[in-house]
């Protein structure tokens, strides 16, 4: 067996060191009637190698490829160009193959970057600090949500319709376990975004307000309002990002008055693999982050005076504090959020706003083209690089008939929201820089003839 | 015998004091990097943009087209192209006017930092990485490359199913393959780690026990546990108990079965234990805990002392989750990602989370989402992440399977527990070991510091063998162990990396019990000496300042 290195004289010599007659001597405490007798009944004897390639790239090669497509799917995960560098920078083996930094004299590598990384989050959130990463956009959502409730100490949280609802589906979740009643609504397909629901819907018990910026339809909306209105009232705002790129264009949350800010990294360095693993984000006001769940790096100095970086107040952590912690929280996701900031040291912030200048340009082309179809309609007037049309025909059929065009057309207001009428002939569209004019000619061709 | 075969002989550390200073601050291999925030500028960049060009795209050049030589597209145009006559009204206003403050690196630049700072990092591409608790194996590279396949790595969440079966494959071959080793009867493939498995299983357990209309407040823990455990079950909202231990280190099967009651939901245990112990009443434990009306919970993070050998399900287990960052070797990546499907008894799997992967008599395989779940999943307790898991982590997980099979799966078990065993009996004449003289270990062997001199703790020791070449144990843990040294060193060491740890611990160990202080100076030969913890907790710099004009012109 190849990952194995002991020999079968090496295992009698160590019996033999051990004072032990055989192996199942060790396994002497597990009741002999539990133990297996021999290796596993159904699954197979190891595998060579190639054999295993050669399975998993048949299976892979049952799968449409993003990248091999006119694509346009969006809705919390975003295909995006990344750079040959950021991959090798992540199987570099000191980074792949070591652990959470408890020993930090030689862990300078990965604690340094936990802190670049914040650092990035922090200011492209326009926050005060960050944390080194949640597991994904939506337990970072309602982590935000439990954090809110410890500050404020009240348990009413408005969450906007705009908000992804897998999302509030997980936030919903986890608020029938605690005591945290959560007021949601479902989207409509119009222009405005429901931030005067918002405000009316706010009083002296509300914890927080959530508001997805950009939201599941791509509308844009200024939080300041809102911002103000929750802080009137002792409440938070938690702004939610699933597009980071679009922040290279647009005002941060934190501009705007939002105290927490979470959101989804994957679109900065992190390829779409199918839903994860992907890359919480999470930053706040300095004042709040004894109540923030995750690790945090933190600059000190070593014996020698020399600038280091540690794992710090891990007071508010399960391994320390066990059933009193901020979060159960232990693994992250470091690997992810190296990915995100090599790919972001990379942008820069220039390259960032190009970047982000570019699939604002795009998303506007492809809006105008799409829109010029008979019987559809824009829903979006402000948007980053994805919008909703509005077709005359129910959008999930749409979307299956497309495939067989191969097309990747989009995500269908059906699918993410079975059974809601209203919603079903929404087509929210994702467009990228990876999006070429002979994608969108193909999609605007695809969709012509699906409506018709 | 030979320390190291390279012929370098052990020589006491140098004085710090006769160190030659550089002017760089740089050791000849061992290179100081900045911030990013000191080395870059926002107007450097390493990414080349195309402008918008007909006829050029990525499947496209697949096809055989040439590749044309990019431009960086002046900014001025991209922001004609966006001014308000195009769409920079469709910002609603909200452009940004202030700057960000990201710095950015040419690639050369980058790649120099990131590589810089990946050897400031111990690894287990580098060495023996024998964390308790932890599983530092070996990761196969294999793994790593078909995860990258496109069609896994290029694959959106929301595409339709008919344009994803293989990666449906995967999740359904892979649910059938933990299912087949922990002999349960099912599996949520959603959680994104262990301890976001282990709120799976409990939330499972507290619907399983709403569905019966039988609430119940309180949550049974050892306290040799996970700091995960407790914090997980007071989230799930139960108050939390202590079990207590016997001499032994395992449960104390009386006391258990005396607190047991009406009012107690579940029992959380690791097994093998975080001592490194198997609990050999496991399946009394569990037949207990099912009499009382309760649920077995097991933390799988130890898995890898009895997969192949052990079939959770055989001990009466009700929920399980597994580290595939663990046992089945998917990467540790300084700190995750991770993933923690969660296996579930009969009496559970009815409440596990949306969604899942099912396979139909056809040969097509469907994802069950909140659509389908009146009909196929009514129980369903809701939903713990957006989208489906940790995709990358199911591929690299199956293909550690298949390569391992029935026989090498077995052998790991094997290994694992005969590496600890090894390393037990080859220190425990200088290091105390408090559960030696009960038996053999599992995967894991326990130490503790008693016997050592002068005020020397375990860290001592843990720092002494980062000089030596060594990431050091988990240390302080678990709770029940004086100053606790828990080594698991895995299946994947040599014996010759065995014997060199151990003859490094061995020479620490004395000079502990001669009270040797040199050692509080340990590490002398890191990046980095002893980092000043208490100064980064008091006053935390959690973010890069840019410096003071004044200071920055000095």
Redesign the interface.
Known sequence: ??????SDA??S???G????SS?D???????EA???T??????????S?M???R?????????????????F?G???Y?HHI?A?V????????????????????????L?????F???V???FGC???N??M?????AMWEAISMAHRITRKNKTIISSGV?P??V??A???A???EDALATALPELTAATDAERLIAGIDGETSAVVVQYPDILGR???LTPIAEAAHAAGALLIAVVTEPVA??????PG?MGADIVVG?GQSIGV???????Y?GLFACR?KH?RQMPG??????????G?R???L????R?????????T??????????A?AFT?H????????????A??N???A??AADRLAAIPGVRLV?????NEFTLDLPVEARPA??AM?GKGV?GG?SLG??Y??VDKLRNGLVIAVT???????IAALEAALKEVVQ | MTVNPSGWRPTTPANEQGEAQTVTGNRALMLE?P???EI????????D?DP?????????Q?GGGGVVPGS??P?SA??A??SPS??GA????????????????S?PE??R???R??????????GL?P?GS?T?K???R?N?????????????????Q??????L??VN?LAF?LL??TGMYGVAMSP?????G??CGL?CI?AALEARGDKRAVVLVPESA???N????????YR?ENIPANAAGRVDLAALKDRLGPDVAAVMITNPNTCG????EM?AISDAVHAAGAFVYCDGANFNA?V????PG??GIDAMHINL?KTFST?????????GPVVLSEALAPYG?LPFVAKYSDGSYKIV???QAADEHPGA?????????????F?RA??Y????????????A??S???A??I???LEDVLDAPFGKS??C?HEAIFSDKGFAGGLSTIDL??AL?DEGF??MTMY?PLVVHGAMLVEPT?????A?LDQFILAVRAIAERARAGDQDLK?A?VH????????T???RK?????RDPAPAEAAE
């Open positions: 067996m190849r990952y194995l290195p002991l090496d295992r010599e160590m019996l060191v051990i004072g032990a192996i001597e060790l396994f002497r405490d597990v009741p539990l133990r297996l021999g290796p596993i009944a159904g699954l197979p004897l190891h595998a190698e054999a295993v390639e399975h998993m790239t048949a299976l892979s090669r049952k799968n449409m490829v993003a990248g091999d497509v006119p694509f799917l809705c919390g995960a295909k750079p560098s991959d090798h920078i992540i199987q570099r083996g000191e980074f792949l193959t070591s652990y959470t930094p408890y020993q930090p004299e030689i862990a300078q590598g990965t340094q970057m936990m802190f670049e914040q650092s990035q922090a200011r492209l005060e600090v960050a080194a990463s597991y994904d956009g939506s337990t992804h897998h999302y589906r997980v919903e979740t986890m029938k376990f605690t844009i909306a200024d922040l290279g264009l647009i005002k941060s501009e989804e390829g779409l693999q199918f839903g994860g693993p890359v300095e982050v690790r945090l790096a933190g600059e000190t100095v070593d014996a020698e020399k280091g970086f540690v710090t107040l891990s007071t952590e399960q391994h320390i504090r066990r059933e009193k912690a979060s159960n929280i232990c693994t992250s996701s470091v690997l992810c190296l090599a972001l040291t990379l942008l820069g912030e220039r390259g960032l706003r190009q970047l200048e570019l604002h340009v795009r506007c082309e979006n007037d402000s948007f980053f979307v299956h495939v990747l995500v699918r993410l079975p059974g820089e990876t999006v070429t004019d002979d994608d | 990097e911030l990013i925030f870059g500028t926002t107007e450097q960049t390493g990414v943009f918008p060009r007909n006829g050029e795209g990525d499947h496209a697949h960086d597209p900014p991209l922001r192209a966006t195009r769409g469709r910002l609603a206003g909200l452009e940004r006017s202030r700057p960000i403050g990201l710095p950015g690196l690639e980058m790649v930092h990131y590589t700072l990946s050897r400031q990092n111990y690894a287990i591409d580098l990485f964390l932890c530092m070996h990761n196969p294999l790593e490359k078909v995860a990258r396949l496109p069609g896994f790595a290029d694959v959106h969440p929301l595409q339709p008919e344009t994803v079966q293989g990666a494959q995967v071959e393959w087949d080793l994104k780690a262990g301890a976001h282990e709120l939330l507290r996970h700091g995960t407790p914090a997980t079950a007071a989230f799930a909202g939390v112990l198997f609990e050999p399946k009895i192949g050998k052990v079939r055989d001990l960052h990467p540790h990546g300084g700190g995750g990602p991770g993933s989370p989402e909140e659509e307790f809701g939903r713990m992440v957006a989208f489906h898991g940790q995709m990358g982590m591929t199956l293909a399977i298949l390569s391992h099979g029935a026989d090498g799966l077995k052998q790991v094997e290994d527990v005969l590496n065993n090894y037990l009996r080859s038996g053999p599992m843990a720092k980062i990431h050091p843990f299946e994947t060491e040599s014996k990396s100076a590490p890191a990046p980095r000496r002893r980092l000043d913890e100064l980064a907790a935390p710099v959690l973010a890069y």
